[in-house]
């Protein structure tokens, strides 16, 4: 069939009227599809059901604007190859191929080149004039790719990026300058625009809200597995339906967003455990837990906690950053921890605190662990409690409101936004296609919520008496701090005074 290039979407054109490529790409099974594929909105994201269309219709997308807008420079990415691979690109190849007569890798009518190799795959698209670029690659670590100039992004399965990748890809879409714009005007004789789609399956993260509390200029068209109920035949989605439990089935096929069945510390509730700073007195106990990493997959997190009379646990700072060797780090927690004056130390002045185990790895190269490091700029970490299973539970604990409407587990909103963020978003890995659930916590954005557990652990083994207890029933001068505080380990004075 003859190769004919769309026109150009909100140009000259109605959703409808468009199918840039009929035989390719049928939308009478899925008619929210085709309106996603042609919306003429520039940020737009497709989000909801598994198996609604939404990576079909997003490649749909980006293929038509690279045809229309030539000499586009367009990223379609996932957070890891494999992934990317075996769906994204599967579609995309599946879509190009049809419309290229039979392959995406060889010239033809829509292709012009096709380049693969080293985790990437660019493809160059035939369009009335200058070819455009797609170029498909994972996201996961693309911030530190230097020079990405883009005009437009397809993030399929956005869930799965950190935010902060995110926002670094959508800072990237720069392409279309004045003086690009101008050129490409007077070619063309419509503007080029910039273009962001996005898919993703419900989630209660950074993009949940993005898209529905921060109202910044995206259009949301909602799936849910109906949608495509004509593509994928009724057999299918009722089989799902009848095997799968219903929160899975509320958030996966219904597309819903309120999801609380799957978070690992359903009680938690920022109204309650989230309060504002004030000054620690200075007898207070205090606790420090550190996990280590140094990419946005595995950040490098330190929390400082302090217990009250009560036994109550107060995260009181945090410092959770990338990118930042050991030295860099303890620096930055050596300026924090010497902010509290009552901060319990070695005679040399040494920081003492809980380390995640794997701290005392070696290292290959320098057979010095991350431990020995940080005991060279004074930090003197021990192992963490790393019971996986102990420590939730004591988290747990803590977090449960009482009947006095107390918890055991405060954090200073305005000092710990990351423990706020990733508490509240920590998930349970879901069941799979048998309705079977490992039991585990998802292994994502968990590093503020593990150092949690890390200082937990260390309060309940430094101290009998850490759990919370019943405000009547004791004296918050007395002997309680004498025998919890004074005896066990020495942590604090009692001398009043202002921290933090
Ligand atoms: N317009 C269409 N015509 C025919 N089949 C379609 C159409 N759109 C999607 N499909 C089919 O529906 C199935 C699901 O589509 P797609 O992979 O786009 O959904 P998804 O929402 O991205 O799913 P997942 O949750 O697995 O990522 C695929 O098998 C795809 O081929
Ligand atoms: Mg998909």
């Given at each position: 069939m003859p190769y004919e290039a769309p026109a150009p979407v909100g140009v000259e054109a109605t959703p409808g009227t468009l199918a840039p490529t009929p035989p390719v790409l049928d939308f009478r099974g899925n008619p929210k599809q085709e309106e996603f594929v042609f919306c003429p909105d520039p940020w737009v994201a497709f989000a909801g059901a598994i198996r609604s269309g939404k990576t079909v219709g997003a490649c749909a997308r980006v293929l038509f604007h690279a045809q229309i807008y030539p000499g586009s420079?367009?990223?379609?990415?996932?957070?890891?190859?494999?992934?990317?691979?075996?769906?994204?690109?599967?579609?995309?190849?599946?879509?190009?191929a049809a419309q290229n007569g039979g392959s995406y890798r060889n010239p033809g009518p829509l292709v012009v080149r096709h380049q693969a190799g080293q985790g990437q795959h660019t493809l160059w698209i035939r369009t009335k004039g200058e070819p455009s670029e797609i170029s498909c690659r994972p996201c996961a670590e693309i911030q530190k790719q230097l020079g990405l100039e883009i005009s437009e992004y397809l993030l399929d399965q956005?869930?799965?990026?950190?935010?902060?990748?995110?926002?670094h890809i959508h800072s990237r879409c720069s392409y279309w300058n004045a003086e690009r714009t101008a050129k490409f005007k007077s070619r063309y004789g419509y503007p080029p625009r910039r273009w962001g789609t996005l898919t993703a399956n419900p989630d209660p993260g950074w993009i949940k809200s993005m898209l529905f509390e921060e109202n910044n200029g995206w259009r949301l068209f909602e799936t849910t597995i109906e949608d495509n109920r004509a593509n994928l035949g009724d057999e299918y989605i009722e089989d799902l339906y009848r095997r799968m439990?219903?929160?899975?089935?509320?958030?996966?096929?219904?597309?819903d967003w309120n999801i609380r069945g799957g978070a690992v510390y359903p009680e938690f509730n920022e109204d309650v455990h989230g309060i504002r700073s004030f000054p620690i007195p200075a007898h207070w106990p205090r606790f420090l837990a550190h996990d280590w990493g140094i990419s946005s997959r595995h950040r490098c997190v330190w929390l400082w906690g302090a217990v009250d009379e009560y036994g109550r646990l107060y995260i009181v700072d945090e410092l959770s950053v990338t990118d930042q060797i050991v030295s860099q780090v303890a620096g930055m927690v050596r300026d924090k921890t010497r902010m509290d004056r009552y901060w319990p130390v070695e005679s040399d002045g040494g920081i003492?605190?809980?380390?995640d185990p794997a701290t005392k790895q070696r290292h290959g190269v320098t057979n010095r662990t991350i431990r020995d490091e940080y005991a060279l700029h004074g930090i003197y970490g021990r192992d963490a409690n790393n019971d996986v299973s102990a420590g939730l539970n004591k988290v747990a604990e803590r977090l449960h409101i009482q009947p006095n409407g107390k918890a055991g587990l405060y954090i200073f909103k305005d000092r710990c936004p990351w423990l706020m963020k990733h508490i509240k978003?920590?998930?349970?890995?879901p069941p799979n296609a048998q309705g079977?659930?490992?039991?585990?916590?998802?292994?994502?954005?968990?590093?503020?919520?593990d150092t949690l557990r890390y200082l937990v652990m260390d309060v309940l083994e430094s101290s009998s008496a850490a759990a919370p207890k019943s405000e009547e029933s004791r004296d918050p001068y007395g002997d309680y701090i004498l025998k919890t505080f004074m005896q066990g380990g020495a942590r604090g004075r009692v001398d009043g005074g202002i921290i933090f």
């Open positions: 420079r367009i990223l379609v990415g996932r957070k890891f190859f494999t992934d990317l691979e075996s769906t994204t690109l599967k579609e995309l190849f599946r879509l190009v956005a869930e799965e990026l950190e935010e902060e990748v995110f926002n439990p219903k929160d899975w089935c509320d958030r996966f096929l219904r597309g003492l605190c809980v380390m978003t920590y998930q349970w890995i079977i659930a490992p039991g585990k916590p998802l292994k994502k954005n968990d590093d503020e919520v």
